[in-house]
């Protein structure tokens, strides 16, 4: 039984589940999405985790490839567990060079918002 009041915080969640199961079906998240680019071509998503981790958990880390000839875009993303670490790893990467290129880095908006 899930009652609904002003603030996420009060919602009352019974069941199997819980809370993941209820954020999961609402398509709320309590982490943010990071877009990089300009990444080394030889970075995979292990090189990617390494980077963000000093600060704080992520919890997913891609780097794109191309479907034919398997090679790196130069581009993924990284989702930490929270807005206040994520936006620190943002302010401290953005413009660093690793390899010869300086690191773009974005909040990832989602493609197809829950609705």
């Not at 609904?4 to 069941?15: A, L, P, V």
């Not at 943010?32 to 958990?57: E, I, T």
């Amino acid at each position: 039984m899930v009652q609904f009041n002003e603030t996420i915080e009060n919602y009352t969640i019974e069941g199997v589940g819980g809370l993941y199961n209820f954020c999961y079906l609402w398509g709320i998240r309590f982490t943010m999405r990071l877009s990089v680019s300009a990444l080394p071509a030889h970075y995979n998503k292990y090189d990617l985790q390494r980077l963000f981790s000093p600060f704080g958990w992520v919890s997913y880390a891609k780097v794109f490839q191309d479907p034919i000839t398997m090679k790196s875009t130069r581009k993924g993303v990284v989702e930490l567990e929270d807005d206040n670490q994520a936006r620190a790893a943002m302010e401290a990467l953005n413009g660093k060079l690793i390899g010869p290129h300086p690191l773009n880095i974005k909040e990832k908006k989602e493609n197809n918002p829950p609705r």
